[in-house]
């Protein structure tokens, strides 16, 4: 069983960073990937960055691209999203997923419960 706790959201006023944290308990050291979504009022939720569990490989959406960060430190079983130069449009609640495999045939999905980012003047 895995339970990732974000934090580090905050209301921030625009060209602003801030950087968010994923403290994954229990063994990750499975995970086929892990990412960070985001959901604003209204809207569907998107994925905004990506890392891969073994190869480390990152990805992001091209609204992100060049500002936000996704790192993974394996000693404090906790992934990061580092974001720069925030815009209004960045306002949203972010969430934290890890894509475990529990078998070689099986996978499963697990998430946070969350952090508000507020991008405001």
């Known amino acids: 069983q895995v339970t990732l706790v974000e934090s580090g959201g905050d209301l921030v006023q625009p060209g602003g960073s801030l950087r968010l944290s994923c403290l994954a308990r229990g063994n990750i050291n499975n995970a086929i990937s892990m990412s960070w979504h985001r959901q604003a009022p209204g809207k569907t939720r998107e994925m905004v960055a990506f890392i891969g569990g073994s190869s480390g490989d990152t990805a992001y959406a091209d609204a992100v691209k060049g500002r936000f960060t996704i790192s993974r430190d394996h000693v404090k079983n906790t992934v990061y999203l580092q974001m720069n130069n925030l815009l209004l449009d960045d306002t949203a609640v972010y969430y934290c997923?890890?894509?475990?495999?529990?078998?070689?045939?099986?996978?499963?999905?697990?998430w946070g419960q969350g952090t508000q980012v507020t991008v405001s003047s």
């Open positions: 997923k890890v894509d475990l495999r529990l078998t070689p045939w099986r996978h499963e999905d697990y």
